[in-house]
């Protein structure tokens, strides 16, 4: 069975631009949720997606925005980028949204921005 | 207040010996779940082992074990017979508010220990 799965791997933009990172979760996964790894901040959650449906939101600014499609497929954009957004995103699934749930991580997009 | 303390910022052992990473946890919450992840230097975050809070007995994956103590909050990950692929970053995690809809779902991370394993 294929893991979560996230593309593209390495990206590198400049501050104003805006990105689009993709998430394929593990299949009959129907939760996504997205976060950011900083070194100076560590992990953090930016939003949690289920049924199409954003769930959760963390403490992040409106230029981070996400979606999910019917697949369970997600995309998460961030416009406007700054400097402070270079960042490891990491994406994962489960099943559900159950108390036993497991979260199963992608290996992330590295996003530098310049 | 952290809701997740690693103390441990490095940790260092030898091949084949067991290790034990610290973690401990702050809630309110009767409910809960415990995670640890491992990160290698690719980045991916590995899942090990997961423990709710009303698990009775120890988590066990492999290897890997989590010594779970409700009453001093603390969950710490042990693994046995180390692995020079064992050397990474590890992530104790904790997951609130599991049975109140889902309105929290979403993980809380610790700073990390970064084990090296010696041959």
């Known amino acids: 069975k294929a893991g979560v799965t996230q593309t593209p791997r390495y990206l590198i933009k400049t501050r104003g631009q805006q990105v689009t990172l993709s998430c394929s979760p593990i299949s009959g996964h129907r939760s996504v949720s997205w976060y950011q790894q900083t070194p100076g901040q560590g992990l953090q959650f930016l939003f949690e997606y289920f049924s199409e449906t954003q769930r959760n939101k963390g403490n992040f600014p409106g230029r981070f925005s996400g979606r999910q499609f019917s697949n369970s497929r997600s995309e998460m954009n961030v416009s406007t980028l700054e400097l402070g957004d270079s960042a490891l995103y990491l994406c994962a699934s489960s099943l559900f949204r159950g108390p036993n749930e497991k979260l199963f991580f992608g290996s992330g997009t590295q996003l530098s921005v310049l | 207040a952290q809701k997740i303390t690693q103390t441990q910022p490095g940790m260092f052992v030898q091949e084949k010996e067991a290790v034990t990473l610290d973690c401990t946890y702050d809630?309110?919450?009767?409910?809960?779940?415990l995670f640890w992840y491992k990160q290698p230097s690719s980045g991916e975050m590995i899942f090990l082992i997961y423990?709710?809070?009303?698990?009775?007995q120890n988590a066990t994956e492999g290897r890997y074990s989590l010594n779970f103590q409700k009453a001093r909050k603390s969950a710490n990950l042990v693994i046995s017979a180390s692995q020079l692929g064992d050397s990474a970053m590890y992530f104790c995690a904790m997951r609130e508010g599991v049975n109140s809809g889902g309105s929290n779902y979403k993980l809380t991370f610790g700073k990390g220990t970064l084990l090296t394993v010696n041959p």
């Open positions: 809630t309110s919450d009767q409910s809960y779940g």
């Open positions: 423990q709710g809070s009303y698990d009775e």
